[in-house]
C-alpha cells in the first residue's frame, strides 16, 4: 500500500506465510469459513472495512464440488456480514459478472441477475447475504474476467496463459461467441480504493470499457506483445466440453463508476504493456 500510506492494511489467506514480501502490509493466516477464526480476527484487528475478495473460483469444480464451493461463496460471507453488522463495519463483497445469464449484456447495476451455474448461484447468494443482514455499510463490487500481474501468483490468467502458448508457437482455440469486458486487476484495486476514500454504498461494475469477444481480446493481447496472432484459432463455445454454463454475452457498463467514482480503468493494450512491465520488475527485485 505504498501508494496509500493512510490505510492500515492486513491480508488474509489460507496459507500460513504471506505470498508476498515486503511492503508495510501486514498478514494473518484465515480460513473465512471457520466462524471462530472470522470473530477472533475481528477482535484482533477491529478492521473499519472488510474487502472479500476470497472465493471458490474454479466454475466448473463449483458444480461438481457443491457444498465446498456454497460454504465459501455463500455461508462465509453471511458470517462476514454478521460481524460486520455487530461491530459497524463496511464490508465490500466482490462478485461477478457470472450471476448474470449473458443473454443482454453488457450490464448495468440494476439489471435482474439470472445465473446459469452453481458458481454464479453461489456468488448471487453471497451478495444477498451482504445486502440482506442488516448493515447500511454494504457494497457488491462486480467484475469481470480479471487479468494482471502480482509477485506469487499460484493461479496463471489469460493474458500469461496467451503469451506463453504463442511465443511457444503452439495454436490455441478461443471463443468468438462469448463476450467481455476484461478487466486489469489494478483497475479494480484503484475503483475499490475509491469506494472505500469516497464511502460508498450499494452495487458497482468496475470493469474495462471495452467490450470483445474473447477471441477478439486475445487478437488484442497479441497484436499489443507484438506475437503470432495467426496461432490464434476461432471457435465457437459447442468446441468445448465444460460442467458449468458461462453466459455469453455479459460485461458491464461502468458510468456508475466512472461519474460516482471517477473510476477510469486502463485500455487492454495500456494493461497489458504495464503487465510486462511490472513482471520485469517483479523478476528483478532482489
Ligand atoms: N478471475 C476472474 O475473472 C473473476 C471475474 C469476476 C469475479 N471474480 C471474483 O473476484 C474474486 C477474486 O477472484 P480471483 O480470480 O482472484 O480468484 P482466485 O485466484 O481463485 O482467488 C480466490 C482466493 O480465495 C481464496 N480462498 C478460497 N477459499 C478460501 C477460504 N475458505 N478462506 C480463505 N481464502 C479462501 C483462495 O485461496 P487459495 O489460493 O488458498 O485457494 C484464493 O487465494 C472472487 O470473489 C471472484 O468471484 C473473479
Redesign the pocket.
Known sequence: MGRHPEYDLLAT???KMPRFTGGSCGYVP????NPDAISQTFVDFAPDVVIN?????QVDECESNREACWQ?NAI?VDNLAKNCLARGTRLIQ????FVFDGQNGPYKEGARPNPLSYYGRS?LAGENYARGAGMDKWSIVR????YGVAEGL??SNFVWWLKDNLEAGKTVKIVTDQWRTPTYALDLAAGIEKMVRFSKQGVYHLAGRELFSVFEFAKEIAKTLDLDDSLILPADESTFTQAATRPSKSGFIILKAESELGYSPHSTRESVLEMVKEEQRIKLSP
Do not use: P
Request: with cysteine; net charge neutral; hydrophobic share 45%.
Open positions: 489467506g489460507r496459507d484465515l480460513d473465512i469459513t475478495c476470497a472465493a471458490m473460483t465459501v462465509a466482490v462478485s461477478t459478472d456468488k467484475t469481470v474476467l480479471i499460484q493461479r
